[in-house]
């Protein structure tokens, strides 16, 4: 018998990220010198080697990524996006400070006109965990953070809008999502490009 190391959500992020750079390679926007170099050092293991504009670019015009049965109700672009975490702030919006809960659909409003980051982000770090700082594990007081990519907002079968995070769960990495219509409390930043 053999155990699945890699989950469903993990291989479709995987398949996602090989169609974009295939994409990405017709459209002449990725060197082929610098995705064969990184290909060799993925088989090899060689993570710590490849190519800087190969691990780290995002194409966050590209449509994001979909659970079944969702659908995608607003996606803010963001073109071609080099991850770098000291370029992203996690905002809190004065309605989440001090104490403060917000509901959803205010901190909406509240949040536009910011640059904030879409789901592209969220699933490229998934793919890439090793691009986290600790740091944004936990803030000073030490809950656990739920960060939120803002710039895609989704909605199930019934209407209702959610916006998906990046949340340390019991076995890692993972991502959640929160109905827009709950309240937001100091433990749920927002991704936003401080660039």
Known sequence: MTTNVVSDEQLGVLGRRYHDLFRRLREGTLPIDKVLAGMQDII????????????????CDAAPWC???WNVESHQKGGQFEFDAAKVSLHLDD?????RIIVG???RKRLEGKPVLNACVLDHLLANTNLIPESWKADERGPTRRIYFWGTIYSDSSGDLYVRCLRWCSGGLCWRCRWRGRRWDGWCPAAVSAS
Do not use: T
């Open 44 to 59: 090899e293991g060689n993570f710590d080697a490849i190519p800087h504009g190969v691990r780290r670019l995002i194409d």
């Open 67 to 69: 659970p079944d049965d």
């Open 95 to 99: 309605g989440q400070k001090d104490g």
């Open 105 to 107: 659909s205010d901190l």
